[in-house]
Nanobody, 123 residues
């Protein structure tokens, strides 16, 4: 089992950057694929990015490709979402999610979730 805690959200102007961290407890975090999702008011939860447990391969939503980068440090049990060139439409609550041997885009397949961190991008 793993517990996830996100940090790094905040208010930023359009064009700015934020770095979100997802800190995981649990000694077997290396078996977990990790994803970032976001949810804006009135919208469904949306896939943002994910990273594999095995070879650090990544996948990124088209809406953030070229602007957001996901990475992980297994020694620190941390997954990072670096967000650059932020746009007002990136405003949402961002959630970290983890699941054993899964790093896909379907949020229903992740069983472990953090509490979320608010990202607000002003125009």
């Amino acid at each position: 089992q793993v517990t996830l805690v996100e940090s790094g959200g905040g208010l930023v102007q359009a064009g700015g950057s934020l770095r979100l961290s997802c800190a995981a407890s649990g000694r077997t975090f290396g078996r977990y694929g990790t994803g970032w999702f976001r949810q804006a008011p009135g919208n469904e939860r949306e896939f943002v990015a994910a990273i594999s447990w095995s070879d650090d391969s990544t996948r990124t939503a088209d809406s953030v490709k070229g602007r957001f980068t996901i990475s992980r440090d297994n020694a620190k049990n941390t997954v990072i979402l670096q967000m650059n060139s932020l746009k007002p439409e990136d405003t949402a609550v961002y959630y970290c999610a983890a699941e054993t041997y899964y790093s896909g885009t379907e949020y229903s397949k992740y069983n472990y979730w953090g509490q979320g961190t608010q990202v607000t991008v002003s125009s």
